[in-house]
């Protein structure tokens, strides 16, 4: 808390930052007459609010993170039995810990009306140019799609065009589309955004918005086209083909729908692409090099798209699962802290041989086993931060962050009141950490203070160490941050103690190659917690901070969220 403490609390804190300290995860400052003056504002955390963080324990997180990726759970899919198991078990632990249900109705689900969409194999996806032989493609192999009008069948024959990244971005003066009326057409396009080393171009090397599928796919919608195909390159997507195949196989989910929608939403393989250039008489590797111009135009192909999507379609619900702590202060308390994990992987895959069980054990049963040892803490304090702290797991964030984007458009508390969401997500069990990666905080007001508290942690802030692969744009904050929120993740850098940083690095490049989306993503008694234990301890002080500002954090100025925050309030 801001101020100075009385001494007993002091003296409380201070010997709590013992402790701390032998554990090796954190250097408290005693706050004290005899403190060290900081230059950088530093976290006041009171003596009950340091008791509650030394209780947080790896295996806390390990228990809960094996219960969750067993076998049992089935993968926790969504609208799936597995799914609301871990839903179940989620809440049950919510109530065990003293939270106050905010979900609805009294309970701690809150109801996500959701759409399950399967692509059947009756579907027939055939590229035909004006000369030569037409191509049929092999579903999940070279091509994967999804009809998201939510019909039962649709029927697309239609001209392709080439439309480069397909992006509209005014304020970098960059315009794919250049006026051309698209309405009825398939448009063949980059993921992705044109490169550069320029922090106000596309913020440099940081992928933004316009760089992610789901903005692609919006846009195309919004503009009358028919269908996208995407063309995935492992370079540019940041993950290989199989990732691609994995994520869109089996049934996707959808929120109801409220506007325009693609009757083809696609990814085809970079081969299939290859050839579908050189039949129109072009060269991939060209018109890939040209997209990165502002001159870029859109290029009919002499080619159509011929499809007849046959679809399952099926309405159910899911839950997020939502629990409150109520603040200490009269007038604070209707304010509150969140912290989102989201619960969902990706179930059980009839048609896949072998090991069909996705369990989901890093992404995101970590984030999850430390959501709920952070609730366990918050409620074992016996004293309550000023303003009030929401806990919410998420449904469907791997359908397309649906679970986090229902519950920003219906928080439990109005947007506007929402000081800081905290966000897990797929928290590496590799031991200690030297470092944290909180990208997004440097766009917040509440930055200054995540600084005092990663130094007094001793963890040096890691820029986002793959900024080419938007981790900003794909994980559950930032449908928080779009209805104005100051969100962020929190998670560990590349350097954990024992090991070169680029045993890390080599590390996170074996599971995102081998594992990711993966049934392989598995529990394994030698994962080691120390690391999610030491996230959960960071983002506690962190969410403790905030709940006792005098005032709600606020994007930074000309921020892209400021204009949302503005107009929740």
Not at 78 to 96: K, L, S
Not at 290 to 316: E, Y
């Amino acid at each position: 808390m801001p101020g100075t403490m009385p001494r007993a609390r002091r003296q409380i804190a201070g010997s709590f930052a013992l402790c701390l300290v032998a554990l090796g995860l954190v250097a408290w400052a005693d706050g004290g007459s005899h403190a060290k003056p900081q230059k950088a504002p530093s976290v006041h955390l009171p003596g009950p609010a340091f008791v509650a963080l030394e209780t947080i324990t790896p295996d806390h997180i390990r228990w809960h993170v094996k219960y969750l990726s067993h076998d049992l759970l089935e993968g926790r899919g969504t609208g799936q039995r597995g799914g609301d198991v871990a839903a179940e078990y989620i809440a049950t632990q919510f109530a065990e810990y003293g939270l106050k249900p905010a979900g609805g109705n009294g309970w701690f689900m809150q109801k996500v009306p959701l759409v399950g969409i399967t692509t059947l194999p009756d579907t027939e996806f055939k590229l035909v140019p004006d000369h030569g032989d037409a191509m049929t493609l092999r579903p999940l192999d070279e091509y994967v799609a999804v009809d998201q009008t939510q019909q039962s069948q649709s029927v697309v024959d239609a001209e392709i065009v080439y439309v480069g990244y397909g992006i509209e971005a005014p304020e970098y003066n960059w315009d794919d589309y250049k006026g051309v009326d698209v309405r009825g057409k398939v448009l063949l396009m980059l993921v992705n955004e044109p490169s550069s080393d320029d922090p106000k171009f596309f913020k440099g090397k940081a992928l933004t918005y316009y760089g992610r599928w789901t903005y692609k796919y919006e846009e195309a919608a919004r503009k009358g086209a028919v269908g996208v195909m995407l063309i995935h390159q492992a370079q540019m997507a940041s993950y290989p083909w199989e990732v691609v195949r994995n994520s869109n196989s089996g049934e996707k989910s959808a929120l109801k729908l409220e506007g325009p929608a693609l009757k083809v939403a696609s990814w085809v393989h970079l081969d299939v692409a290859k050839k579908l250039a050189e039949a129109s008489g072009m060269d991939l590797d060209k018109m890939m090099k040209d997209a990165n111009s502002r001159d870029f135009h859109p290029i009919p192909l002499p080619a159509k798209l011929k499809a007849h999507m046959v679809s399952k379609v099926r309405n159910f619900e899911s839950n997020n699962v939502v629990g409150m702590l109520e603040g200490s202060d009269r007038t604070l308390k209707a304010e509150a802290v969140m912290y989102t994990a989201h619960y969902d992987h990706f179930g059980i895959r009839p048609d896949m041989p072998g090991d069909n069980i996705f369990n989901g054990a890093q992404d995101n049963a970590t984030g999850c086993g430390i959501l709920l040892e952070l609730a366990r803490a918050y409620g074992s304090a016996t004293q309550r931060p000023r303003r009030s702290i929401i806990f919410a797991a998420v449904t469907a964030e791997e359908q397309g962050l649906l679970g986090s984007e229902y519950l920003g458009k219906h928080p439990p508390i109005a947007a506007a009141k929402i000081a800081l969401d905290l966000n897990y997500d797929d928290v590496k069990p590799l031991g200690a950490p030297e470092e944290v990666e909180v990208s997004g905080a440097e766009r917040t007001n509440f930055y200054p203070a995540v600084q005092a508290t990663a130094k007094e942690f001793r963890l040096m802030i890691r820029p986002d160490a793959r900024p080419e692969a938007g981790h900003f744009y794909r994980s559950d904050h930032f449908s928080l941050a779009r209805v104005g929120i100051p969100s962020f993740s929190v998670n560990e850098g590349m350097k954990f103690k024992g090991h070169s940083e680029e045993w890390g690095a080599a590390q996170e490049r074996e599971y995102v190659e081998k594992h990711y989306h993966q049934p392989s993503d598995e529990y394994h008694p030698e994962m080691d917690f120390v690391g999610d234990s030491a996230m959960a301890r960071f983002g506690f002080a962190l969410g403790w901070e905030a709940a006792s500002l005098p005032k709600l954090i606020e994007w930074q100025k000309g921020d892209e969220f400021e204009a949302a925050r503005m107009k929740s309030q």
